[in-house]
């Protein structure tokens, strides 16, 4: 592969990973750009809702004059086909890869065509119409290609909820099927090794130390727990508005286009979904208490990786004294490096207007690769504060703290945002923000009153 191939390549996922998109990611292992592992999260509003869809993107030498092999990977270990054009096998049918014929002008793959380009395409297929993609039926429109549709849509849309998310978040997070969670290393224990404290501690011959600082790549690990958390209420929903349509135990209905095993074959089952979300949020919960009692632990045998956090946390504190900062303070929690308190303080004259709000945010001793986690641990009714208080926020520099706590500040004080319902963690007050005039009088009246009740006696 030519120089010139590896620096379009390396633009090109630069880009799309300083983009603000948030439905798509991009990653490569060791700088080999050659092979690069993709996510599309699925787009709300369709059966494949807030679902981690990963592909492989594999580049050669002829790239960009041809297109790159592209292999989905989010197939139930080949047994699920997720789309008319994503087979189970992993093949996705594209005319934009040549693996399919298109009809129209342009739909045909040209070196002006790129990486971003190929992933919002399979992303268009990902639509409340998937029956349409098969070829022969992409006009139909009578009302049994209708019926044939959401009999589809159902089934994806289960699937989605149970391949997509649910097997995603198990997998990151050793959740076994009994619901334990598998784990080399004592939760209850300081003895817990990061990638920091094991070089320093060990040989590099050591097996366990290899273990701790070459892991499996999984690049994002990280992303699919803090994005669970954002759309835990969406998943939820999912399973209450959709459970009683489906009997427990009934099967899915066949599609004509499938068959030969390249089919989404299953029975639904949404009150097992529904347990098992709530196991993963129960286990997200409790992976963050773990951060606290490992993070003290680092500062006990003076980590140099906990005197990092600490020096931060020391530049934060003393950049809002100078600054003048009255309305946000910072502490540590217990005197915790890895715990770190926020009060904000509302703005006058603004809805936050006289309220208190404590925030706590829990940095991982895996910082950066693991981002803060950031939960309101006051009362809020705002659109980008779920109703368990996680906060959907957006750092400009991710491995600077001082950045997380002027995010975590602005998506508070945000009042006029633009419509994204990728960012929406709290359904209800969106709903309100984002509806009528009358609608939106309500949101920003709900929103005073979790001001005024900071302050009240027992608030």
Known sequence: MSNQTILRISREITQIQQGSDLSIAVACQERDVRTVHALIVGPPGTPYQYGFFEFTVDFTPEYPSKPPKVNAKTTNGGRTRFNPNIYAGGKVCLSLLGTWHGEKPGEEWSSAHGLESILWSIQSLLSNNPYENEPGYEHAKGKEDQRMNDLYCAKIRHETLRIAVIAKLEDALNIQPDGS????????????????????????????????????????????????????????ATVVKHGPEHKDGSDFSKMPFEGGGNTMDGKFNYPALGKRLLRIQEVITDETKQWAIDGMALKRRESHKAGTIQRQFEQVSDYLTRKDCHNVSVEMENNNPYVWVLTYFGKPGTDLDGGIFKIRMAISPRFPEEQPRARCETPIYHHRVSKHGTVCYFPKIIDDLRNHVYAIIESLEEESPPYDPRTIVHPEAAALLFGTEDEKKTYFRQLRRSAQRTTEEGG
């Open 181 to 236: 969670v598998l784990d080399k290393y004592n939760t209850n224990t300081e003895d817990r090794p990061t990638a920091d404290d094991a070089t320093d501690e060990a040989t590099d011959d050591d097996e366990s130390v290899r273990a701790i600082v070459t892991p499996r790549f999984e690049p994002y690990k990280d992303l699919y727990k803090r994005r669970f958390m954002w759309y835990f209420e969406h998943y939820m």
